[in-house]
């Protein structure tokens, strides 16, 4: 049997990282280096011994083994995707790096093994890190790049790891695009010889890709099947470059986008990249997705609370925001059973549209006149918790902020300034600037009972010029961004840790498994179409888990489509993250009103199971236009079902649908149709779907009966 640990064979010289469903092995081979060797279903170090070898095919390819080096230094014959390159301060740019030392390291009940690999003339080290998450089949690997000279180094690309794949008959790629409005939505490619190139250079993580891939032999499917996986955690330009030579050698490398990056790494100084966690599921997708989602509950999230039903005000007023119509808004929210009311932009400055007032973070006193306390003392007079928006990052030039200020924005001195929604983007980098964005949330946050900032990020980064930074070290403007950001939040986590964070960025720009270490929750999309919302949240459940999505229930029809859904299919397809409703309740009758209360009750003695169960995505009807999730608990003993049917063709009825994850010998209850039924028989002969029309849908609670 073998042992969940990380393992050195010093004879062989192999390296094993053994997880529970996995086994990630790599050797060091005769030139010194670290040569990967095998990654999947578990297997001995023994049994990769003889893949520990060099391979050449001419003198123009004369190192093929270096195609699936482990982290792979850009030097001498390599020519593949480099993990690492630089520049000396002599001017030479190649690197002769071998393997010098490792460690395993026991902390907190995980095992983590540091190899540190140095060059053969100059000061640098090369730590390569991999944490091991052995009951999900994960490792989280980096690199840290060290200058033990007193030269300074200038880094042009710093991968976090690369990712060998093996052999397989095709090599499909999955991964996810889209724009704004239309983010998360599945592709799959087959690889063929090149590359195929996942990346932001936008500022921040992007809606047009995301940080994350699958690759399988292109049989996989939802429940069966080999997938090999991994996601970045980071929170800017970031690059992921899929790679197949012509000796079918696959491997995927990903970190900080080297597009006009650099980084001076000074004498002593250490440069850290950020975590790239990969992963092997044997249980195609499905396994995939679950193994992510549980371990970001428990290992990337800041905490792990249900979270709560909001109402956003934003549809119902935009920039009209005042005391009277938000607390009126507010009676009705506490009507329905709305935990958390949350005012959008408009409170501040003189925020009367998108063209001015941003950066001014003072409370309007015309459309508050006693402040935000009296708004806040009557949200929590209703039962409800306050939470509030606001943008930092970004200022518009029709501001005091920046008439005082014009030189705290990115610009280029003999350049214009080009305005996008209205608005420039601040260098957050510069201490005065963080300090001022520091300040006033901490103003904020401590002088009113806020419970809730979701933050906005409505500009990508252009003409990246850091007035008062070195001329030499302007290109390290898309990393200190970031880093920036996450101090900033990681500093008002640590003043405010009651306060929940929601990250958005133009809808879901800024969604990634770094901000997550700060954000609850996130902001998936603008497009608030129920329909549409479907393929979104799809796209976004691949990687990431329903818990950190914000589903709003609007107006029917909304402005993206025209389409008209009911209440009901609305709600439904709402419920199946964190529920939102961000509709003019001014306008609903009390009817609306009532229903709504009867959706949000039936929400939240669901949501346990949709927020932190297993998901499982039932695909077998899709091609009769159904959408079906199921969510269930640790035991398989209580499920709910969602289903959505698109349209009604030719009066056909719907095939059964098969559900997943119960215990074939227990009996449920369907709720909802007063029916007993096996586990086995709901597996494997299905329920009966009674959807008809455009646009149905139904949930149905499903329980053991004990």
Not at 109 to 118: E, F, P, V
Request: with cysteine.
């Amino acid at each position: 049997m073998i042992n969940l640990t990380i393992q050195y064979n010093e004879q062989l010289r192999i390296f094993a990282i053994q997880t529970q469903n996995s086994s990630y092995i790599f050797g060091i081979n005769e030139r010194e280096h670290l040569q990967h060797l095998y990654w999947g279903n578990p297997v001995d170090i023994e049994d990769s011994a003889p893949l520990l070898h060099l391979q050449s095919h001419s003198s123009f390819d004369a190192e093929v083994e270096g195609e699936v080096e482990e982290y792979s230094f850009w030097g001498g014959a390599s020519y593949t995707e480099p993990s690492l390159k630089l520049r000396m301060s002599d001017g030479v740019r190649d690197l002769q790096v071998k393997y010098d030392r490792h460690e395993i390291i026991e902390q907190d009940g995980r095992q983590t093994l540091m190899i540190t690999l140095k060059d053969q003339v100059y000061a640098l080290e090369t730590q390569l890190i991999y944490r091991v998450i052995p009951e999900f089949d994960l490792v989280e690997r980096y690199a840290k790049i060290v200058n033990t000279g007193q030269e300074d180094i200038v880094l042009e690309s710093m991968q976090s790891a690369a990712w060998t794949l093996p052999y397989l008959q095709d090599y499909r790629l999955t991964h996810v695009t889209g724009k704004w409005s239309g983010e998360f939505q599945l592709r799959n490619t087959i690889l063929t010889e090149g590359k195929k190139v996942l990346e932001s250079r936008r500022g921040f993580t992007d809606g047009h890709a995301n940080p994350w891939f699958a690759i399988d032999d292109g049989l996989s499917t939802e429940s069966g099947g080999g997938v090999w996986f991994g996601a970045l955690a980071w929170s800017g330009n970031w690059k992921i470059v899929a790679e197949k030579t012509p000796f079918t050698h696959v491997r995927v490398t990903g970190g900080i986008n080297d597009f006009d990056n650099e980084w001076l790494l000074g004498a002593g100084e250490t440069f850290e990249t950020p975590v790239f966690v990969g992963g092997f599921s044997p249980e195609g997708f499905g396994g995939m997705s679950h193994r992510l989602h549980q371990y970001q509950y428990n290992y990337i999230l800041p905490r792990s609370e249900i979270g709560k039903v909001l109402y956003n005000s934003w549809e119902a007023t935009y920039f009209d925001v005042n005391a009277q119509d938000q607390m009126a808004l507010a009676e009705r929210a506490a009507k329905m059973g709305v935990e958390l009311f949350v005012v959008d932009d408009g409170w501040f400055g003189q925020r009367h549209s998108d063209r001015a007032g941003l950066g001014d973070w003072n409370v309007n006193k015309e459309k508050f006149p006693n402040g935000l306390v009296e708004l806040i003392d009557r949200v929590h007079g209703l039962g409800m918790e306050f939470g509030i928006w606001v943008e930092p990052e970004s200022v518009n030039p029709d501001s005091d902020l920046y008439r005082e200020h014009p030189d705290w924005v990115y610009h280029f001195e003999t350049r214009g300034r080009t305005e996008l929604r209205n608005q420039l983007l601040l260098n957050i980098s510069k201490p005065e600037v963080k300090q001022y964005i520091i300040h006033f949330m901490i103003d904020l946050l401590g002088n009113h009972e806020i419970k809730f900032i979701k933050w906005d990020m409505n500009r990508t980064i252009t003409e990246p010029g850091m007035k008062g930074h070195p001329i030499n070290r302007q290109k390290e403007v898309w990393v200190r961004h970031v880093q920036s950001l996450y101090d900033i939040w990681a500093q008002l986590r640590a003043k405010f840790p009651d306060v929940e964070f929601e990250t958005c960025a133009g809808g879901g720009s800024r969604i990634d498994l770094g901000i997550f270490r700060y954000a609850d929750q996130s902001w998936p999309s603008d497009n608030t179409d129920a329909f549409d919302r479907l393929s979104i949240q799809e796209g976004f459940s691949y990687t990431y888990a329903p818990r950190m999505m914000t589903c709003w229930v609007t107006e029917s029809p909304t402005g993206m489509n025209g389409r008209n859904v009911s209440l009901k299919y609305r709600f439904h397809s709402a419920m199946m993250g964190t529920l939102g409703i961000g509709s003019n309740l001014n306008e609903w009758s009390d009817e609306w009103i009532e229903q709504s209360g009867e959706f949000i009750g039936q929400y939240k003695a669901i949501r346990h199971l949709v927020q932190f169960g297993r998901q499982f995505r039932l695909t077998a009807l899709r091609h009769k236009g159904v959408t079906a999730v199921q969510y269930s608990d640790a035991t398989g003993s209580d499920h709910v079902l969602f289903a959505f049917l698109h349209s009604q063709k030719l009066g056909e009825p719907l095939p059964r649908l098969r559900l997943a994850g119960l215990q074939a010998d227990k009996t449920y209850l369907i709720e909802e149709l007063g029916l007993s039924v096996s586990g086995r028989a709901l597996m494997n002969i299905g329920v009966e779907l009674p959807l008809r029309g455009d646009f149905d849908s139904l949930v149905y609670r499903i329980r053991e009966q004990v």
